[in-house]
T-cell receptor
Framework: GAVVSQHPSRVICKSGTSVKIECRSL??????MFWYRQFPKQSLMLMAT?????????EQGVEKDKFLINHASLTLSTLTVTSAHPEDSSFYIC????????????FGPGTRLTVT | RKEVEQDPGPFNVPEGATVAFNCTYS??????FFWYRQDCRKEPKLLMS?????NEDGRFTAQLNRASQYISLLIRDSKLSDSATYLC????????????WGAGTKLIIKP
């Protein structure tokens, strides 16, 4: 099956610093990638839709200047959490859409961010 | 009202039993439905898509009731390895590939 990797898997940073998370589709090209955030015992919340070669589409309430998304190629999207604060601590998961119909979304293993 | 609602559980079920849970969705125009499984602190994995006519995959059966706007998942002969959180997912209106996620139903299979 299709594989999506995420790096790093876990990161601890100090408040005020920036953290970059990479999402890669390893064996297919993904025109669209999605970034989710999940707090404990809550559902995945879509943060933004990342399209290769164009600006990301952010969900309501997600600050685009704080969560910078770059989809530079068909296999790589990055999420940068700028000026991180403790409330940004969460599980960040990306997914890559293989067929644009939603039926073949493959998820990365997630990145657990802890901001101290 | 949430777009996708699930009973959070947990459902504590003895090994070998049959368990079923439902998920309701608010948008009658939703077209695509899925069940995902998520293990603790892991990414979700697609368990099965849900088709209008209902579908079965081994011990798992999924059904869609458009009139009442719910989907269901039935697990027969439950195994210890079935313990996980089951996420109900529907597509967003006017978007075939943006998914709306339920908060999940936690299932615990006991020996």
């Amino acid at each position: 099956g299709a594989v999506v990797s995420q790096h790093p898997s876990r990161v601890i940073c100090k408040s005020g610093t920036s953290v970059k998370i990479e999402c890669r589709s390893l064996d297919f090209q993904a025109t669209t990638m999605f970034w989710y955030r999940q707090f404990p015992k809550q559902s995945l919340m879509l943060m933004a839709t990342s399209n290769e070669g164009s600006k990301a589409t952010y969900e309501q309430g997600v600050e685009k200047d704080k969560f910078l998304i770059n989809h530079a190629s068909l296999t790589l999207s990055t999420l940068t959490v700028t000026s991180a604060h403790p409330e940004d601590s969460s599980f960040y998961i990306c997914s890559a859409d293989r067929d644009r119909g939603g039926r073949e979304q493959y998820f990365g293993p997630g990145t657990r961010l802890t901001v101290t | 009202r949430k777009e996708v609602e699930q009973d959070p559980g947990p459902f504590n079920v003895p090994e070998g039993a049959t368990v079923a849970f439902n998920c309701t969705y608010s948008n009658s125009a939703s077209q695509s439905f899925f069940w995902y499984r998520q293990d603790c602190r892991k990414e979700p994995k697609l368990l099965m898509s849900v088709y209008s006519s209902g579908n079965e995959d081994g011990r798992f059966t999924a059904q869609l009731n458009r009139a009442s706007q719910y989907i269901s998942l039935l697990i027969r002969d439950s195994k210890l390895s079935d313990s996980a959180t089951y996420l109900c997912v529907v597509n967003r209106l006017n978007s075939n590939y943006q998914l709306i996620w339920g908060a999940g139903t936690k299932l615990i299979i006991k020996p």
